[in-house]
């Protein structure tokens, strides 16, 4: 009887298995450890359009200082990064910028057991038609259109 594959030979398998598990190993993608990069933290204002006086809801996910754990599973490497109690930032900036000028909008804690969190503000007196960006304490800003009522 014919084996279907005859260039398959076991005993050059073994070497090519052993170079796969130490480029495994090497590469540090043990199982149960994350090898994704870390997102920081990030903001959401809508509408994306507004005039002074109008409500905007500013919305957010991951804000805390605690260790990377983007994929559900906290790794030797995140454990030994963290070695404190993780816990959601506080007492965070908000701000309307343009033009060189800054309006503080208020203040705004992040949720506790999921690091995200939610503040409604209100567009000031004294913007411009135009562009603008809500900074939201260290997440990059979200640009806003501002238009006349």
């Excluded at 996910?61 to 983007?70: I, K």
């Amino acid at each position: 009887m014919e084996r279907c594959c005859p260039s398959a030979r076991p005993s050059l398998m073994k070497p090519h298995a052993a170079v796969l598990v130490a480029l495994v190993l090497l590469t540090g993608c043990a199982p149960g450890e994350s090898s994704a990069a870390c997102a920081g933290p990030s903001a959401v204002v809508s509408p994306g359009t507004a005039a002074v006086a109008d409500d905007l809801l500013v919305t957010g996910s991951g804000f805390g200082d605690g260790p990377c754990n983007d994929t559900g599973q906290v790794g030797w490497r995140e454990r030994w990064q963290a070695r404190k109690e993780p816990k959601a930032l506080q007492d965070l900036p908000v701000t309307l910028e343009q033009d060189g000028r800054t309006w503080q909008l208020g203040q705004v804690d992040a949720a506790e057991d999921t690091y995200d969190l939610r503040l409604t503000v209100r567009v000031p007196e004294g913007v411009q038609p135009g562009r603008a960006r809500i900074r939201v304490g260290p997440a990059s800003p979200v640009r806003v259109a501002l238009v006349d009522r």
